[in-house]
Nanobody, 127 residues
Framework: QLQLVESGGGLVQPGGSLRLSCAAS????????IGWFRQAPGKEREGVSC????????NYADSVKGRFTISRDNAKNTVYLQMNSLKPEDTAVYYC????????????????????WGQGSQVTVSS
């Protein structure tokens, strides 16, 4: 059974850092790109970052470029999102997801391209 489990969220002060993890099971992990998305209260879910199946291609939303870094360890079936210089506007529930189909050395930040989601991890940035 396909499963994605996020962890590592929490409360952090502005300027602080967190590392989210997405542990995957139930599918051939290194066949698929992985995306990170977030949803703040009252807002739509938006793409944050994605990484191709091999890890050779990454993409970031403009709002997080230079602050967030995505990586993956295919031996551990895990994707990470290192978040630095956090801002209050980064407060949201963060989700990892896999796309509906396999891609080449590419990944997308479009929510509609993704079909399976984790349960989410709350990140709160506040003083």
């Amino acid at each position: 059974q396909l499963q994605l489990v996020e962890s590592g969220g929490g409360l952090v002060q502005p300027g602080g850092s967190l590392r989210l993890s997405c542990a995957a099971s139930g599918f051939i992990f290194d066949y698929y790109a992985i995306g990170w998305f977030r949803q703040a209260p009252g807002k739509e879910r938006e793409g944050v970052s994605c990484i191709s199946s091999s890890g050779g291609f990454t993409n970031y939303a403009d709002s997080v470029k230079g602050r967030f870094t995505i990586s993956r360890d295919n031996a551990k079936n895990t994707v990470y999102l290192q978040m630095n210089s956090l801002k209050p506007e980064d407060t949201a529930v963060y989700y990892c997801a896999i796309p509906r189909t396999r891609w080449g050395p590419f990944c997308s930040l479009l929510r509609t391209d993704f079909g399976s989601w984790g349960q989410g991890s709350q990140v709160t940035v506040s003083s």
